[in-house]
């Protein structure tokens, strides 16, 4: 699951990963919330959506935008706000959350750090195989996050990769420390791995 | 309840107010989480720590600061975090969240927008009747925050107090809106007050 924070447009998303990288849609939504509500209505908004997208789908991890304070300082607070909402509801499920910075993301899925906004939602939309461009840009870098999390590591298509054939990758985390922490759906699919191999 | 949020030490309280603004300690802590720590189990400890004490006490209101961009940045940026792991805490919960400046809670418990930090720890002792004065100075702000609500509006004893002999105060909602949303609590005390005055 990717999840560009915000209060206004917070952009989430649900992707699959093979073992050989390749990535698959799954949905893509916008929680929003209006400026004039209550903040403490906003946040829980954010939460109550969250929570809702982790139960339904049960993703093996969550990946978000790590917060620098490029941005107007009004907005970072409202978007660490969001953040920490988003971050709660994943961590109280014990479902392990993974940072990435907007650099990251779009080196990741456009090989240019600088990267503008339509060319992430172009990539995008070729990597997932989608007929339009999601919009708003919040939905892209969305699934930008996800895509590019399952690339760097982490996620089931590469730092716990154990078949013969991968591709290799950068920045992922070590095999083992992955291996110490699996979920349920990591198991399996180790298993189904597995067997195939046989 | 009463939180001046943070990552590094999060200040928690819990006071009990009466209808005639008389303020008493029931309880105070500090949830810490280290820097080196990972930033979703900071958040988490923060999420989880906000739940046991919501859990236990079932306050009325949750009263928090509200986070403005007058320090370091990174500082607001681990602040807000915090600040939307304890508010989807409480307001999942359905407990009203309210806010306050930290000029509001310093004139508040001082009389003085400006007051150090000294100086509030002082008065929230004086207030509360304590024999020493809260330590780390994150406690005492978290009691001052919990007494400014109380005082200002929104708590039991201020927007919704009904009995005759009420002092007068500023700050607090106009009493309709607050009865629009009586917690149970609330309830039980405005009925005990009905009855205290026949």
């Not at 339509?118 to 996800?146: F, N, Q, W």
């Not at 950068?170 to 198991?187: E, I």
Request: glycine letters at 10%.
């Amino acid at each position: 699951m990717g999840v560009d924070p915000g209060l206004t447009r917070c952009g989430l998303s649900m992707i699959d990963m093979t073992a050989t990288r390749k990535a698959s849609f799954i949905n893509v939504g916008i929680a929003g919330t209006a400026a004039a509500e209550p903040l403490d209505e906003r946040i829980l908004r954010i939460f109550t959506v969250t929570q809702t997208w982790l139960d339904t789908y049960q993703p093996d991890a969550l990946a978000i935008e790590r917060i620098f304070a490029q941005e107007q300082v009004n907005t970072v607070i409202g978007t660490a706000h969001a953040s920490g909402a988003v971050i709660s509801a994943a961590a109280v499920r014990g479902i392990p959350v993974f940072f990435h910075t907007p650099s990251e993301v779009k080196a990741a899925v456009t090989g240019s750090g600088r990267a503008d906004k339509a060319s992430v939602g172009r990539m995008v939309t070729k990597i997932l195989g989608l007929e339009k461009i999601p919009k708003p840009a919040d939905a892209a870098d969305a699934l930008a996050i996800a895509i590019c999390h399952g690339w760097r590591g982490g996620g089931i298509g590469s730092g716990i990769n154990m078949s013969a054939n991968t591709q290799t990758h950068q920045g992922s985390r070590p095999v083992r420390a992955q291996h110490a922490k699996l979920t349920p759906a990591q198991r399996i699919w180790l298993e189904a791995e597995a067997k195939t191999r046989r």
